[in-house]
Nanobody, 126 residues
Framework: QVQLVESGGGLVQAGGSLRLSCAASGRTFSSYAMGWFRQAPGKEREFVAAISWSGGSTYYADSVKGRFTISRDNAKNTVYLQMNSLKPEDTAVYYC???????????????????WGQGTQVTVSS
């Protein structure tokens, strides 16, 4: 069992930055690849980024590539999402999720993630 708690969301102007954190409970955090998803009102949950168990491999949606960076600190049981050059279309609830394997082979499909946090709101004003 893994419990995930996101933090760091908020209101920011377009072009600004935010850093999301996701703290995980349990001693098996390093056994899981991790992902970030987001869901805007009226839209389906969409993949944002993922990272392998070691942090050695990262993956991004085309819409955030070059602006967002996913990282993890296994000693702190935490995964991060640094978001730069934010746009109004980045507005959504952001969720972190634990993938039940070390490499997220089906990383874009939310159904393949075993555990989810409660989400944190990110609002980007124009």
């Amino acid at each position: 069992q893994v419990q995930l708690v996101e933090s760091g969301g908020g209101l920011v102007q377009a072009g600004g930055s935010l850093r999301l954190s996701c703290a995980a409970s349990g001693r098996t955090f390093s056994s899981y690849a991790m992902g970030w998803f987001r869901q805007a009102p009226g839209k389906e949950r969409e993949f944002v980024a993922a990272i392998s168990w070691s942090g050695g491999s990262t993956y991004y949606a085309d819409s955030v590539k070059g602006r967002f960076t996913i990282s993890r600190d296994n000693a702190k049981n935490t995964v991060y999402l640094q978001m730069n050059s934010l746009k109004p279309e980045d507005t959504a609830v952001y969720y972190c999720a634990a993938y039940a394997a070390r490499l997220p082979r089906n990383r874009v499909d939310p159904e393949t993630y075993a555990y989810w946090g409660q989400g944190t709101q990110v609002t980007v004003s124009s």
